[in-house]
């Protein structure tokens, strides 16, 4: 059953307008993640069903009643607000008592009148059964893991998002809107909001570039392209195959539209002759034929662009041994050993605060360690994105901060420094602007270009994904992969570090740093399983997950399960290649051409395939940890 139906709404006029007659529906249970690049307007369609930004045109219809919350891209608070009147604001007039109340019971000693105060409180409280809610919103603050006397301004990017999530649903919503807010969490935060929103029963409008959030997520994709809305349904790698038969399709489409036009122009141009003819009827077709190539709307251009390669460093990159680093006396890296050689994709993962970019200072020889020793070999050549952009002066143009001059060198070529950052979609009048007024995705596109421009051997990316659209995040993907120097990467962008990496260097707690072959999933069917704790303890809670199961002490593999054990990579491996398989006929055009039914059939199998794999690879790490 619907809760929210758009119909042809439009905001922004003219060739360039966000939404452009755009209409979706959404139904109760939904899990829609819109997608579409940086700037298309996802964030606007999200106010607009929020409410807070009217449509010039068209039409909102909510189911009445509808509850919506909103987690934005930056959540705002006052600088003295606490994480209790912050969440507590999520009730709106309530809330707004309960923050009060919440906050003269901490200062009221022997105050007269702020006892006053606080009865006249209880009673507006207690009228509109405040209290009830009062618990809701330590509920939601113990489900979060949140300090209620904390001030918002003092917490972590990730913490934030913690309070901006716990915000949104202490109101117990029945539409939830999240925009990127994966954004400065780290893996484990992702993972938690997972399940959380997995948990959720409502509807849920998400806007990601984190494309393992969307594939475990979305029951649906929302593609906002050119000011259009596009709905596609199945799971990610099935969109990813429909889109490109439909690009290609388009451009066939428009190929011929363009020689028809061109054929068309041609003969008006013959002026008399076609003036004899008298074919008024043709004249009103090629206006008409010039009106719709007008109010077409190209795709704009991909971005493009290469890391620039320097000559071949020595075979050894990074010789560490047995080194360790404390931060007031709290251990960041254990005894570690480890060596990076040419041509290695070493992937740095943990939580946020780990220490994973102290470890790269160590590693490149900026920081000394309190003990062990670190070797850098020969001929290195280091590019260094930084992931707080320090590298970038805001009060200079976007182009000032790539060239000195007008020209940069890429690849022994001279090129002008304003076709070197339309390869990175600035346009030569964004490329004179100043890098303070740029977006989050523009800074990290320019941080790109400056890093590239620069020849390397070794390339050093400490978070690069935040605030990319996935087309650019795929595109730098597949330049890594195309890079024949050595790379350092730091992300949380599971998918990306899958991709990328050959090692993963994963902080376990404690300075405790292990090397792992392969990236993110290989990490987690790799790992140690964490110690159990102590019988005097209470046990914890179980997951909500379905990646692993969990219960008391582990017992020995019976039979059956050891045969299970030992069949369980044949099933995997049979599972893959029926997915690569089914992956290549839907990457097909001609696919698309078959009947309705069979197509239906494929994207079935398709999203079997991926929840018999999960649930293979999950019943793997459960008995190969018990083995």
């Given at each position: 059953?619907p809760?929210?139906?758009?119909?042809?709404?439009?905001i922004?006029?003219?060739?360039?307008?966000?939404?452009?007659?755009?209409?979706?529906?959404?139904?109760?249970?939904?899990?829609?993640?819109?997608?579409?690049?940086?700037?298309?307007?996802?964030?606007?369609?999200?106010?607009?069903?929020?409410?807070?930004?009217?449509?010039?045109?068209?039409?909102?219809?909510?189911?009445?009643?509808?509850?919506?919350?909103?987690?934005?891209?930056?959540?705002?608070?006052?600088?003295?607000?606490?994480?209790?009147?912050?969440?507590?604001?999520g009730?709106?007039?309530?809330?707004?008592?309960?923050?009060?109340?919440?906050?003269?019971?901490?200062?009221?000693?022997?105050?007269?009148?702020?006892?006053?105060?606080?009865?006249?409180?209880?009673?507006?409280?207690?009228?509109?059964?405040?209290?009830?809610?009062?618990?809701?919103?330590?509920?939601e603050?113990?489900?979060?893991?949140?300090?209620?006397?904390?001030?918002?301004?003092?917490?972590?990017?990730?913490?934030?998002?913690?309070?901006?999530l716990?915000?949104?649903?202490?109101?117990?919503?029945?539409l939830?809107?999240?925009?990127?807010?994966?954004?400065?969490?780290?893996?484990?935060?992702?993972?938690?909001?997972?399940?959380?929103?997995?948990?959720?029963?409502?509807?849920?409008?998400?806007?990601?570039?984190?494309?393992?959030?969307?594939?475990?997520?979305?029951?649906?994709?929302?593609?906002?392209?050119?000011?259009?809305?596009?709905?596609?349904?199945?799971?990610?790698?099935?969109?990813r195959?429909?889109?490109?038969a439909?690009?290609?399709?388009?451009?066939?489409?428009?190929?011929?539209?363009?020689?028809?036009?061109?054929?068309e122009?041609?003969?008006?141009?013959?002026?008399?002759k076609?003036?004899?003819?008298?074919?008024?009827?043709?004249?009103?077709?090629?206006?008409?034929?010039?009106?719709?190539?007008?109010?077409?709307?190209?795709?704009?251009?991909?971005?493009?662009?290469?890391?620039?390669?320097a000559?071949?460093?020595?075979?050894?990159?990074i010789?560490?041994?047995?080194?360790?680093?404390?931060?007031?006396?709290?251990?960041?890296?254990?005894?570690l050993?480890?060596?990076?050689?040419?041509?290695?994709?070493?992937?740095?993962?943990g939580?946020?605060?780990?220490?994973?970019?102290?470890?790269?200072?160590?590693?490149?020889?900026?920081?000394?360690?309190?003990?062990?020793?670190?070797?850098?070999?020969?001929?290195?050549?280091?590019?260094?994105?930084?992931?707080?952009?320090?590298?970038?002066?805001?009060?200079?143009t976007?182009?000032?901060?790539?060239?000195?001059?007008?020209?940069?060198?890429?690849?022994?070529?001279?090129?002008?420094?304003?076709?070197?950052?339309?390869?990175?979609?600035?346009?030569?009048?964004?490329?004179?602007?100043?890098?303070?007024t740029?977006?989050g995705?523009?800074?990290?596109?320019?941080?790109?270009?400056?890093?590239?421009?620069?020849?390397?051997?070794?390339?050093?990316?400490?978070?690069?994904?935040n605030?990319?659209?996935?087309?650019?995040?795929?595109?730098?993907?597949?330049?890594?992969?195309?890079?024949g120097?050595?790379?350092?990467?730091?992300?949380?962008?599971?998918?990306?570090?899958?991709?990328?990496?050959?090692?993963?260097?994963?902080?376990?707690?404690?300075?405790?740093?292990?090397?792992?072959?392969?990236?993110?999933?290989?990490?987690?069917?790799?790992?140690?399983?964490?110690?159990?704790?102590?019988a005097?303890?209470?046990?914890?809670?179980?997951a909500?997950?379905?990646?692993?199961?969990?219960?008391?002490?582990a017992?020995?593999?019976?039979?059956?399960?050891?045969?299970?054990?030992?069949?369980?990579?044949?099933?995997?491996?049979?599972?893959?290649?029926?997915?690569?398989?089914?992956?290549?006929?839907?990457?097909?055009?001609?696919f698309?051409?078959?009947?309705?039914?069979?197509?239906?059939?494929?994207?079935?199998?398709?999203?079997?395939?991926?929840?018999?794999?999960?649930a293979?690879y999950?019943r793997?790490?459960?008995?190969?940890?018990?083995?």
């Open positions: 059953m809760i929210l139906e758009l119909d042809s709404v439009s922004g006029a003219g060739p360039t307008a966000l939404l452009d007659g755009v209409g979706f529906q959404l139904d109760a249970g939904e899990r829609v993640c819109l997608i579409g690049r940086n700037g298309a307007g996802k964030s606007t369609l999200l106010r607009i069903v929020e409410g807070s930004v009217a449509p010039d045109a068209g039409s909102v219809w909510r189911q009445a009643g509808l509850r919506v919350a909103l987690l934005a891209q930056e959540p705002e608070a006052p600088g003295d607000a606490t994480v209790f009147d912050v969440v507590a604001g009730l709106d007039e309530v809330g707004a008592l309960l923050a009060e109340w919440h906050r003269l019971s901490h200062e009221v000693g022997g105050d007269a009148s702020l006892l006053r105060r606080m009865e006249t409180l209880q009673h507006e409280i207690e009228h509109r059964d405040g209290w009830r809610l009062h618990e809701r919103v330590a509920s603050l113990q489900v979060h893991g949140l300090d209620a006397e904390a001030r918002v301004a003092a917490l972590s990017g990730g913490q934030r998002r913690r309070v901006g716990a915000r949104a649903l202490v109101g117990e919503p029945d939830l809107l999240l925009d990127e807010p994966t954004n400065h969490l780290d893996v484990a935060t992702i993972e938690w909001l997972e399940e959380t929103v997995l948990a959720f029963r409502g509807g849920v409008l998400f806007v990601t570039h984190d494309r393992a959030l969307v594939q475990r997520l979305a029951t649906r994709i929302l593609e906002l392209d050119r000011g259009r809305l596009t709905s596609w349904p199945g799971d990610y790698p099935s969109y195959a429909k889109k490109a439909l690009l290609e399709e388009e451009a066939r489409h428009d190929a011929l539209f363009d020689k028809k036009l061109a054929q122009e041609a003969w008006i141009r013959r002026g008399i076609a003036r004899r003819t008298r074919n008024e009827g043709r004249v009103r077709a090629l206006v008409a034929l010039r009106e719709e190539r007008r109010r077409r709307r190209e795709l704009h251009g991909r971005p493009e662009f290469a890391a620039q390669e000559q071949a460093s020595g075979k050894l990159v010789d560490a041994e047995r080194v360790s680093f404390a931060w007031d006396g709290d251990p960041i890296v254990r005894d050993s480890v060596r990076v050689l040419r041509g290695d994709r070493v992937g740095l993962v939580p946020n605060g780990a220490g994973k970019t102290t470890l790269l200072e160590i590693l490149l020889g900026r920081r000394a360690p309190d003990a062990g020793r670190v070797k850098l070999g020969t001929k290195l050549e280091i590019a260094y994105y930084d992931q707080l952009r320090a590298q970038l002066a805001p009060e200079k976007v182009a000032e901060n790539v060239a000195e001059g007008e020209y940069v060198t890429v690849g022994g070529e001279r090129r002008h420094v304003i076709g070197w950052l339309q390869d990175f979609l600035f346009a030569p009048d964004r490329a004179r602007s100043l890098v303070s740029l977006s995705g523009e800074r990290n596109r320019l941080l790109l270009a400056k890093l590239f421009a620069q020849p390397a051997n070794l390339l050093v990316l400490d978070e690069p994904t605030d990319l659209d996935v087309e650019t995040l795929e595109l730098l993907e597949e330049r890594l992969l195309e890079f120097g050595t790379i350092l990467l730091v992300s949380h962008d599971r998918a990306f570090l899958d991709a990328v990496v050959t090692s993963t260097l994963a902080f376990e707690g404690d300075g405790v740093v292990r090397e792992y072959v392969g990236g993110y999933a290989d990490w987690l069917r790799q790992r140690r399983p964490p110690p159990a704790p102590p005097s303890s209470k046990p914890a809670a179980p909500r997950s379905a990646r692993a199961e969990q219960g008391g002490a017992k020995k593999l019976g039979f059956k399960e050891q045969r299970e054990l030992a069949e369980l990579p044949a099933r995997i491996e049979a599972l893959e290649r029926e997915q690569a398989e089914l992956n290549a006929a839907l990457s097909d055009p001609a698309y051409a078959r009947d309705a039914a069979e197509q239906a059939a494929a994207n079935a199998r398709m999203a079997a395939l991926s929840a018999d794999l999960e293979a999950a793997w790490e459960s008995l190969d940890s018990r083995s």
